[in-house]
């Protein structure tokens, strides 16, 4: 054997980069664990396979949030990159930031799917395989120095979300909506390799460090190619977090998948987007900053409006939480336009407290789907929620008014930093579109916010009142009576993993937003660069 | 500071399916523990040297944006444990006297829920550290007064008195946040120790103007003129919420905070003289008032007015510690006349007119002597406690003006008078009332609480005692807060002797005065005139005057402007909204091949946006 080994060693040239496993230990944990969930969950008896392995998973889960907190206390200073992996993946306070993210929404949407996947018994070992592996693939977006990895980190993330979507077996809105996502996803995929291979063309690397060093220090004869490849680098990112016009899928996918899913996809794969275009746009393309920031404001103005103003005609409690988590991802982007410490900040923080309500709102909608015992709630089933369910009609409207805005809690707070920021970088017109789309906002939000404590009796005539003529209102009478003879089939929520999931959002969204200081400084800490 | 929060939680939580006098008991347990906790910071701070008794201790900050640093802290200090103590103490007390009081309530936990969120509230308005958290303390007992003054919600008058109580106390907010942004203007910061530290550099002009905008807030929680009309209706709400709120702690927060801001009263022109004019004909006026009413609890409501008038009178004159002091006994003799009323009210199954009581004393006893007890003290007969604390404000606003005094003491003549005027009516004298009604004395659980606040009525006074320094115990400990800010007594001992003996004197006038007419009879329509019994028709004409006036402009508001303009500009944005995102949702088609060519265009117009960059 020895004698193989160094004969391929002394004939080949290739050489190995050093690997250190740690700083990717997160990623792998997750990829390692997806294998074992599989192995364990086939060799258990089948009765038990389901408990197992969600068990297992959220185990998995749980020991990479801990690495990725070890890591937080290891990691090196904001903006000193340490680049490993042969420069290939970076292990820094920003990407570590994400890696804890990651980890939690994971955990979250396990523990989630556990009560409010509706699939057959060895299905959900699928599901937890698949949530851990696209969590990997987030991972890897969010550490990634070179473009290609970032390419292969976007990939594991999308693929396995694909299946995820389309896992409910007699949801056939879930699999028509796989197919589109995938469809174009796979579109926008193409245009960001493209782009990366236009990158490549103009500065000789894919390797983000590289990029950086090449254009600071050269004058470009003609930046042509490299704008293109940028534009369509911004294409394909701005697909996965679906700003405006690249949004098209969201309302289709969000509101055809499986709740727990579409929380997931809403905070994992909305934030692995906006961990790759900081990481592209703030660490390798910072030179050509003058000519992609303006592009980033006016996509972050169009991204709130049309977000906030859609929202407002929506019927389906889940179509207008795609819209609102539209409106959001604008927000997002408005930090990201004010090209500031504090910007970036602010939006880090902006995404990691919408990932817990977002998250935690589309688990209350799949528990209030499970109450009222359909998929597909719309907002008028919501009538007389509070006397149903009250816990889930408190959390949703807490979960609601925190993605509103309302003081004391996380959204407040993402809000008022990101638009603070804007104003500070003296970007006043998007400023005031944020606020005019806050404003519009408030709008749907509040409607979904009052219809839990509506009675259900004087449904036709109050859904009028609800300021503009909604299209369903001449249909509020007839749903208010299905309403009432769906009251004797569950009244009560009871104890269970997805309570547990919703109540954590709940009180981490109330407690982070009154004992708010901590966050926002670990926010600030893991800016890149500046 | 937390606990009471956490109990008014539980209750709202669990309190239901408690059964009844559980979730009272549960609530009294935890503002007793805020009670023991108060205790345990007063001996802590005991235990220091005189100069070294300020904790600023931060939780935590919140809100950091530009300048404003808003911490969430408390500010401890000898002033705000002595208001801690109190506030807690009475509560406990009070909230015990509630099981006994409020157990024929059908939401007798949600009683419970709100009685603790007050205190809650009551303890952030005196523990905070910045005026922010000290104006969400302010909002909150505001709001939660709101609640229990209409807590009977089911009389149009407890709804209508507690929206009254809200909308007077609004205007008084809107001093109060004027004054704050004021503050944070000049200065730049809203927290305690920073604005008293640097408010020397103001002009004279400025601090006057916050000053007197904090005042205006004050007039409106403290119920002073021409802000006290609230203060009578709130007496709709359960008799432990006048005692608590309307008596001894939420009405005291306005002079807290006059207390508070002491540093820049103290720099400000003239407004401690406009203070204790405003403090003493606010007394005056309300002592008149409160001799004609025949409800048992308006009588205390405008004695309560009157009360807080001393104390203004006592903030006016830069005699802060007498205030203090007149507030901690007021709050001891108030709260035990009202838990007294309430005991007779309850006896008397909800009769409230003193006209139709009478001869009590043999039915009730231990209401009776406790009652008796309180009057004597606040009628200031020594050595009762009101006799001491209405002194040294008396005695300060001698030196600041004989005027002042002469205003203050023929109040306090009358103040003997109307509260001897009740007490004859309602426990000497003839039984009035039809011998078919049961009258009986209460139960234990509300005469203990009677017993331990007579208690601290009669001897409330050792807490300051003029003999000589060393007795001048709540002088001694408050002077490190007020500084420089405080007075200094000029008045010779033989001086504070005459004024002293003229107090006792006046107790007593108004007091045989009060016998000579009342004892007997129970009629007398020459000293009851209608002018009085109406509040000197204040009430009247701010219903006529600015009720119904502005009433009628808010109608103008509401038919003309709010439908042909802003109605029409809302809808009509709503509208437009809607259009266009009904129109703009047609390109959500649901086919992949239009949106596929949405992302083209959309990475057409980039990549055409580039191209113009392009070149260079």
């Known amino acids: 054997m020895s004698f193989l080994i160094a004969q391929v060693a002394s004939t080949t040239p290739l050489k190995f980069p050093p690997i250190e496993y740690s700083a990717i230990a997160p990623e792998l944990i997750m990829v390692v664990g997806a294998i074992a969930v599989l192995l364990v969950s086939s060799l258990v008896p089948r009765h038990i396979s389901k408990a197992v392995s969600i068990t297992l998973g959220s185990l998995v889960a749980l020991v990479s949030l801990a690495d990725s907190i070890y890591l937080a206390f290891q990691s090196g200073s904001p903006g000193a990159d340490k680049a490993v992996l042969a420069g290939a993946v970076a292990l820094d306070k920003f990407a570590v930031f994400f890696y804890v993210l990651f980890s939690i929404v994971a955990l979250l949407t396990l523990l989630a799917g556990r009560e409010l996947m509706n699939l057959d018994r060895g299905r959900i070992t699928e599901f937890v395989i698949l949530v851990l592996l696209s969590t990997s693939g987030a991972m890897l977006m969010a550490s990634a120095l070179d473009l290609i990895v970032l390419f292969l980190g976007l990939e594991i993330l999308s693929i396995s979300l694909y299946v995820l979507v389309a896992m409910e077996s007699d949801n056939d809105r879930g699999r028509e909506s796989s197919i589109k996502y995938f469809m174009l996803g796979g579109f926008s995929s193409a245009i960001f390799l493209y782009g990366v291979a236009l990158v490549y063309g103009a500065t000789g690397s894919t390797n983000l460090g590289q990029i950086f060093t090449f254009l600071a220090n050269n004058l470009l ?15 394909g990112l701005g697909f996965k977090i679906s700003a405006v016009p690249f949004h098209f899928w969201a309302p289709d996918v969000y509101q055809g998948a499986p709740s727990p899913v579409t929380g997931f996809m809403a905070a994992t794969a909305k934030a692995a987007g906006f961990a790759a275009l900081l990481r592209v746009f703030y660490s390798g393309f910072i030179p050509f900053q003058s000519d992609w920031v303006p592009l980033i404001g006016v996509i972050a103005g169009f991204t709130m409006l049309v977000g906030a103003v859609l929202a407002v005609v929506q019927t389906d409690v889940k179509r207008t939480l795609a819209y609102s988590s539209i409106n959001q991802a604008g927000f997002i982007l408005l930090g990201l336009y004010a090209a500031s410490a504090r910007g970036v900040g602010a939006s880090l923080y902006f995404l990691i407290t919408y990932s817990v309500v977002i998250v935690g709102a589309f688990a209350t909608v799949g528990a209030i789907e499970k109450v009222l015992g359909k998929s ?10 509070s006397k149903k369910a009250p816990f889930l009609a408190f959390s949703f409207v807490t979960l609601i008014l925190a993605q509103a805005g309302a003081p004391f809690t996380t959204g407040f707070l993402a809000k008022f930093n990101v638009v603070l920021a804007a104003v500070s970088s003296k970007h006043y017109p998007v400023a005031l579109i944020a606020m005019i789309s806050a404003a519009i906002a408030v709008f749907f939000y509040l409607r979904m916010a009052l219809m839990p404590f509506r009675s259900v009796s004087v449904g036709a005539e109050s859904s009028a009142e609800g300021g503009m003529s909604l299209e369903d209102s001449q249909y509020g009478g007839d749903s208010a009576v299905m309403v009432k003879e769906e009251i004797s089939i569950d009244a009560k929520s009871k104890l269970d993993s997805a309570t547990v999931v919703i109540a954590a959002a709940v009180i981490v969204t109330i407690g982070l937003g009154i004992w708010a200081g901590p966050l926002i400084s670990i926010a600030n800490r893991a800016v890149l660069l500046f | 500071m937390l606990l009471p929060l956490a109990g008014s939680v539980l209750n709202m939580a669990f309190g239901k399916r408690l059964k009844r006098p559980y979730a009272g008991i549960m609530a009294s347990l935890f503002v007793a523990a805020s009670f023991v906790l108060a205790v345990v910071t007063w001996l802590d701070l005991l235990a220091k040297p005189s100069g070294q008794r300020v904790f600023d201790f931060t939780l935590f900050s919140w809100i950091t944006s530009g300048s404003l640093h808003l911490n969430v802290g408390a500010y401890v200090d000898p002033l705000s444990v002595t208001m801690i103590l109190f506030v807690t103490g009475i509560s406990s007390l009070i909230h015990i006297y509630s099981i006994g009081y409020m157990s024929h309530d059908e939401r007798f936990s949600t009683f419970f829920m709100y009685l603790n969120l007050f205190v809650f509230a009551m303890l952030v308005l005196v523990l905070s550290d910045n005026f922010v958290f000290t ?5 909150g007992v505001g709001a939660t007064s709101y609640w229990l003054i209409s807590f009977w919600f089911e009389r149009p008058t407890a709804a209508a008195a507690g929206k009254k109580a809200f909308i007077v106390n609004r205007i008084g907010d809107f001093g109060y946040l004027t004054a704050v942004f004021l503050l944070f203007t000049y200065l730049g910061s809203l927290s305690y120790g920073k604005v008293f530290a640097s408010v ?18 004050a007039v409106g929680k403290s119920a002073q003129l021409p802000l006290f009309v609230w203060l009578v209706d709130a007496m709709e709400g359960p008799t432990p919420v006048s005692a608590l709120i309307h008596a001894a702690t939420m009405v005291t927060a306005g002079v807290y905070l006059m207390a ?8 400000s022109l003239g407004v401690g003289t406009i203070i204790a004019f405003v403090g003493v004909v606010t007394a005056f006026i309300a002592a008149m008032a409160a001799t004609s009413q025949t409800d048992i609890k308006k009588v205390l409501a405008y004695s309560t007015v009157s009360q807080l008038g001393y104390m203004f009178l006592g903030i006016g004159t830069g005699q802060y510690v007498a205030a203090i002091f007149l507030m901690v006994t007021h709050a001891f003799y108030k709260a035990l006349l009202f838990l007294g009323a309430g005991s007779v009210i309850h006896g008397m199954h909800d009769e409230q007119n003193i006209k139709k009581m009478g001869a009590l004393r043999k039915l009730m006893p231990a209401t009776a002597v406790t009652f008796i007890l309180a009057w004597l003290s606040i009628a200031g007969l020594p050595p009762f406690s009101g006799f001491w604390s209405k002194g040294d404000v008396l005695a300060g606003a001698y030196q600041q003006s004989p005027l002042l005094w002469l205003i203050g003491a023929i109040t306090a003549i009358l103040t003997a008078y109307y509260m001897g005027r009740e007490v004859y009516l309602v426990f000497f004298g003839k039984q009035r009332f039809d011998s078919s009604v049961k009258v009986h004395e209460s139960p234990k659980v509300m005469t203990v609480p009677l017993y331990v606040l007579a208690i601290l009525s009669v001897f409330g006074g050792a807490l300051n005692l003029p003999i000589s320094d060393k007795f001048r115990f709540l002088e001694n400990w408050l002077a490190p807060v007020f500084g420089h800010a405080l007075t200094q007594s000029t008045i010779s001992s033989s001086l504070r002797f005459v004024l002293g003996a003229a107090d006792g004197v006046f107790a007593i006038v108004g007091i045989a005065l009060a016998s000579s007419l009342w004892i007997k009879s129970s009629s007398r329509p020459a000293a009851e005139p209608a002018f009085l019994a109406a509040a000197w028709g204040i009430d009247r004409f701010y219903d006529r005057a600015i009720a119904r006036s502005s009433t009628r402009l808010s109608q103008m508001f509401a038919d003309v402007i709010e439908v042909k303009v802003v109605d029409r500009a809302t809808m009509s944005v709503g509208a437009l909204v809607g259009l266009v995102a009904r129109y703009v949702r047609k390109v959500q088609s649901g086919y992949i091949r239009n949106y596929a060519l949405y992302i083209t265009i959309g990475a057409i117009l980039i990549l055409g946006y580039f191209v113009t960059r392009a070149g260079a």
């Open chain 1, 376 to 385: 597909g709630v719309q907002i008028e089933d919501l009538r007389g929620l």
């Open chain 2, 260 to 267: 508070r801001i002491s540093p820049i009263l103290h720099l």
């Open chain 1, 221 to 235: 004869k003609s930046n042509g190619v490299l704008l293109a490849g940028m534009g369509m680098i911004l294409v």
């Open chain 2, 135 to 139: 104006f969400l303390g302010w909002e």
């Open chain 2, 200 to 217: 020397g550099q103001l002009s004279h002009g400025t601090v006057t103007a916050i000053a007197l905008l904090f005042f205006v807030g």
